[in-house]
């Protein structure tokens, strides 16, 4: 139950709250607007352009707070940001979400992609004109349940944005009505979508019950608390609580199978072979980008670069934020990077043999998603940094690639490799353009992949010296390893990315072997404009990287703060953000009692060592 305190606190930051959570809100708005427009039987409207308008703005507010926008007025000019209106000691919703800069660099990413995927699916024609308000509204409701992902600071919210993602994309992946194959996976992916939510789900009761909260400072605190048992001196998950390291081991799986990380991967290639190739590339980008923020955010929050409030523990273990970052870097890197390096290699290797389009393009995003683990696998702000980097190259990349596979589709009615033999003579353009996608996913230079690629691979660079230096010598041996591996990875990459381009290329076309002429294929106006401006931010970003190096920094800031600040003179009276006794969704009053009449729970001496 609240107090009458935190219910007057409530009414008075709602506004604020509000505020912060407006592009939020304008999806929302978007999405009921839609749903009315729908119950109305005699107008005949296609609803892309409201998708565009509410999508687009929420998408202009998102870009103008975050980067602190000044607007003339009286004379003076007025900053519109409401990162600078909310306190991170006291996030919004009583600290269900948090809003910083990490998650409007995200609200960037993902409002961005659904303005993108909204065009391609206007030029595409999928959907019809009858079914254009259900199918955009799936997209707005998995959106928004990704923007929700990349805010969530309670597990309670983790599982409900989770599930506000996963909902929309099931209905997504079986939209095309008529067809088997999509109907067999929308099937499976939701069959194998709630299984995972259940894991995910049962982990997060028992860390709920086990600490009795759900707010995720206090719960990291709770398992910094388990790992340091032993002294500061000594920390691994060895040592924990069997229902702490199962709750961490089931939310993870739960991760995991939103990234398609293996083994967690095998829902991916059906999936995306049988939906269409424009809800394949927004499970591909989008899913992906909010499934990677969350983990980012939960593993930084772990190793304790976020701001946590600065917990008692650290008092009386003695025991500097540094090193506890440290510490936990021992304790869940290597784990990262052995799962960042299975994923990588398998999704390289498993795409070899693929003949169809969109299961090749499959596991390259499993490929892609275990390149971004290797970023996160130092747990590090710098890691963030180059992960968010990797997220916005990633979908013009990803994008660009899927928009030619559904041009081609509907122009040829085939994704198969072989019926696109010497494409090159029909489609010059296309071919191409589809060359210069596929070229940067593999990392080539000049390109926007190649410096997504070279961020994350400098970051483990640095993770290693920096461990050798420090004379960590296993993990730098863990990073460097990881380096080694993702450069070779790079490396058998190309043999499948170049395959479609020698097929394309080198081979005759195969009418002409029938001695029939080439029928040229003809893009529509729309269709060469969207690809032709996906190629040019391919080729400058990966020219002038330094406004999107600088916007990820940016959006990785709040992780730098446990390393500047200093530890408080006095240990806080709660375990809260900012020391504050005041209670939180999901958990009673620090160091109240526990659910089912257990101890409470106190970061004290007597729990942080045996």
Request: with cysteine.
């Amino acid at each position: 139950m609240f107090s009458q305190q935190a219910i007057d606190k409530l009414e008075t930051s709602l506004i604020a709250d509000l505020m912060a959570f407006s592009p939020e809100l304008l999806v929302c708005t978007g999405i009921v607007v839609m749903l009315l427009l729908r119950l109305l039987p005699r107008l005949r409207l296609h609803m892309c352009g409201i998708s565009l308008f509410f999508s687009g703005s929420a998408l202009l507010l998102t870009a103008i707070h975050f980067w602190d926008v000044k607007i003339p007025l009286g004379g003076s000019s007025v900053a519109l940001d409401f990162l600078g209106i909310v306190n991170p000691k006291d996030p919004p919703f009583s600290g269900l979400l948090v809003v910083d800069h990490f998650t409007g660099y995200l609200r960037i990413v993902l409002l961005g992609f659904a303005v993108l995927i909204t065009w391609l699916s206007m030029l595409t024609g999928i959907p019809d004109e009858e079914d254009s308000a259900d199918f955009y509204t799936l997209l707005l409701g998995g959106t928004l349940g990704m923007m929700l992902m990349a805010s969530a600071n309670h597990l309670l919210m983790v599982f409900i944005a989770v599930e506000m993602a996963s909902l929309p994309s099931y209905a997504l992946a079986g939209f095309m009505k008529g067809r088997r194959q999509s109907s067999e996976a929308s099937l499976k992916y939701v069959v194998y979508g709630g299984g995972a939510s259940g894991v995910m789900l049962y982990g997060i009761s028992l860390l709920a019950g086990r600490f009795g909260t759900g707010y995720l400072p206090d719960v990291a605190t709770g398992i910094h608390a388990e790992c340091l048992k032993g002294g500061p001196g000594i920390a691994g998950i060895g040592g924990m609580d069997a229902v702490v390291l199962l709750g961490i081991v089931f939310i993870l799986v739960g991760l995991a199978f939103k990234l398609s990380a293996v083994p967690f991967h095998f829902w991916c290639p059906d999936v995306f072979e049988g939906a269409a190739a424009e809800v394949g590339a927004f499970l591909s980008v989008a899913s992906k980008a909010a499934a990677m923020a969350l983990t980012a955010r939960l593993l930084l929050v772990l190793a304790g670069t976020a701001d946590l409030g600065e917990a008692s523990f650290l008092m009386t273990t003695k025991i500097k934020p540094e090193e506890l970052t440290e510490l936990m870097q021992k304790a869940i890197g290597p784990v990262v990077a052995f799962f960042a390096a299975i994923t990588a290699t398998f999704g390289n290797l498993a795409a070899y043999p693929q003949t169809n389009l969109k299961r090749l393009l499959a596991y390259s995003t499993i490929a892609h998603a275990g390149y971004m683990l290797m970023g996160l696998a130092v747990m590090n702000a710098d890691g963030a940094k180059a992960v968010l980097f990797y997220l916005f190259a990633y979908i013009f990349m990803n994008l660009g690639a899927f928009a030619v596979v559904a041009f081609l589709r509907n122009k040829t009615g085939s994704e198969d490799l072989k019926d696109f033999r010497g494409l090159v003579y029909r489609s010059p353009l296309l071919v191409v353009l589809l060359g210069v996608f596929l070229l940067s996913l593999l990392g080539l230079p000049p390109l926007v992949g190649f410096a997504a690629k070279f961020q994350v691979f400098s970051v483990l660079f640095d993770a290693g010296q920096h461990h050798a230096h420090a004379g960590n010598s296993t993990l730098s041996y863990v990073y460097y390893g990881l380096l080694i591996i993702g450069g070779i990875n790079t490396v058998i990459s190309t043999v499948y990315y170049l395959k479609v381009l020698k097929v394309m290329v080198l081979e005759r076309p195969l009418e002409e072997l029938e001695g029939r002429p080439a029928v040229p294929l003809r893009l529509s106006i729309g269709a060469v404009i969207f690809s032709l401006l996906l190629g040019l931010s391919i080729f400058v970003g990966g020219i002038l990287w330094n406004p999107i190096a600088e916007a990820s920094d940016r959006g990785a800031q709040d992780f730098r703060r446990a390393a500047k600040s200093s530890l408080p003179t006095q240990p806080p009276v709660g375990m809260g953000a900012g020391g504050g006794g005041g209670a939180r969704p999901g958990g009673p009053p620090p160091g109240g009692p526990r659910p089912g009449g257990g101890p409470p729970f106190r970061a004290a001496p007597s729990e942080a060592r045996p």
